[in-house]
């Protein structure tokens, strides 16, 4: 009981009374606790498949402080066996700290780099801790060493690249196309792209051919073997017709598949939402482009204020399969993307990016997934041009057939008498009906689509798709067209 009081004396002494006093040179009384070291485990056989995982965990006990309450700074060593701790490492652990721990990569790291051992060898180290008690009044403790044994082995490249006259960068280096790591699999990675017939390997850097993995020509099935020097066998992996392939390697495993693509074949998803901060968590869907079942459009205004983040999802809700950048804190402008469950990377608006409206279209397309996010101004301008307007498909006297304002600043209505026919919008004044990116034009978003009363439909720009898309007017009469440029939706009502 006096000793507890103790405690709680010099608790409040330090608390009220010696406001120098750091609690950091406090460790209350360790009693007579003898400094001893565990290790989780004694032979270890470290493993190229497993880098991020624990390999070795030491433990120690507090040792003893001698009732002087001073704190007990510890040290971690490690050093070859019956080397007297002479060399090796040397690790400042800190105070009220009583474990450290080594994933594979990490020990193997200092297997070759600190201890010279080969990949594929072992050695018998040894460790011990040392306490350092910051008191005159007590003595430092160094625990019994311990041996242990630990088999190294040869790391992996963390970047791998495809090269071979089959590749769009041929055999220059410098065009070489680099592959994605597969999340979660050591030694993987992937990689969808058009390939023209020829040859191909894999190298690991940009600034020489080897070493480099090329095709075991030994194994009846396709395998890859890694090739360190100018005399190994050179086999290289042919590639029969152009098409679009996904390549899958294991660098580790040695493995390697190459499939070609159906063509025909669509999206991975077919429905894609926006969720982050601007939408207060909630998943907002976009809306699928029917020119490109692969893009995913979405228009709104982001108000919500301060610095924003933002990913988007496959399924309303779900946080699986999430669509991602491929660096982290993205600013808008960052376009390449990638579907990663391993991270949790977003886009960020700025402050100052906030309370403005903007376009995003996102392409899902295998191995070439982007996003693009751009400010948006309306046009102004806009007017019902087609054999069922008023004016036909003359531009003269366009003003009867001019779209006007509406509540905001991008939806746009007209109300006049329609005839059976076609319409298309056009939304510049001058005088061509040339369908490029300096005339731009809202069309339908495919061939003669008749108008559907009372319902919400997509309007496209030209620039989207090739050929003149026009809205089917099937019965004449009095119409209400309003159209939402931002949302890029169009209703027709009589």
């Not at 990377?345 to 100052?352: G, I, P, V």
């Not at 600043?409 to 006049?416: H, K, L, P, R, V």
Request: glycine share 6%; aromatic share 10%; with cysteine.
């Amino acid at each position: 009981m006096i000793r507890y009081f103790t405690y709680f004396l010099l608790a409040a002494l330090c608390s009220f009374l010696l406001p120098a006093c750091n609690e950091d040179e406090i460790e209350y009384n360790k009693e007579e606790t003898p400094l001893a070291l565990t290790l989780s485990e004694t032979a270890i056989t470290l493993g190229a498949k497993t880098p991020g995982a624990d390999a070795l965990t030491f433990s120690w006990t507090s040792g003893t402080n001698a009732g002087t309450n001073a704190a007990i700074e510890y040290v971690l060593q490690i050093d070859r066996q019956d080397n007297d701790f002479s060399g090796g490492v040397t690790i400042d652990i800190g105070r009220r700290k009583y474990t450290h721990k080594y994933t594979h990569a990490q020990l193997n790291d200092i297997m070759l780099g600190d201890f010279n051992v080969a990949p594929g060898e072992s050695a018998t180290l040894e460790a011990r801790i040392i306490a350092l008690v910051s008191s005159e009044n007590a003595s430092d403790q160094i625990s019994e060493a311990i041996p242990f044994t630990v088999t190294a082995y040869m790391p992996v490249s963390a970047t791998l690249y495809m090269i071979g006259n089959a590749t769009a960068g041929n055999w220059d280096l410098d065009k070489a196309t680099q592959m994605t790591p597969i999340p979660n699999e050591a030694g993987g990675f992937t990689l969808t792209t058009t390939l023209g017939a020829g040859e191909l390997k894999f190298v690991t850097t940009t600034k020489d051919f080897l070493p480099s993995y090329n095709r075991d020509a030994s194994s009846s099935e396709p395998k890859l073997i890694y090739r360190q020097g100018d005399s190994d066998p050179d086999n290289k992996f042919n590639i029969i017709s152009a098409a679009r392939y996904r390549i899958t390697v294991n660098i580790i495993d040695l493995a390697i598949a190459i499939e070609e693509l159906d063509p025909l074949a669509g999206p991975r998803y077919n429905k894609l939402f926006l969720v982050g901060d601007c939408t207060g968590w909630s998943f907002k869907e976009l809306t699928q482009d029917p020119l490109n079942l692969f893009i995913f459009r979405y228009g709104a205004i982001v108000n919500s204020g301060g610095d924003r983040d933002f990913k988007f999802g496959t399924v309303d809700g779900s946080w699986d399969n999430m669509l991602h950048p491929t660096v982290e804190n993205a600013p808008m402008t960052h376009t390449a993307a990638m579907f990663d469950d391993t991270g949790d990377y977003k886009w960020k608006l700025t402050a100052t990016q906030n309370n403005k409206a903007y376009k995003i279209a996102v392409d899902i397309t295998e191995g070439e997934e982007t996003m693009t996010m751009t400010e948006y101004t309306p046009y102004t301008n806009i007017y019902v041009i087609g054999d069922a307007s008023p004016i036909g498909w003359s531009l003269n006297d366009r003003n009867q057939v001019k779209m006007t304002k509406g509540a905001d600043d991008y939806t746009y209505t007209w109300t006049g008498t329609l005839k059976t026919g076609e319409i298309k919008f056009k939304c510049s004044d001058d005088s061509s009906f040339d369908n490029d990116a300096t005339h731009p034009w809202y069309m339908a978003p495919d061939f003669a689509l008749p108008v559907v009363l009372n319902v919400d439909m997509i309007v496209s720009m030209n620039t989207r798709g090739l050929g003149d898309r026009k809205w089917i007017v099937q019965e004449a009469g009095n119409y209400t067209i309003t159209m939402n440029q931002l949302t890029e939706k169009i209703r027709f009502a009589k």
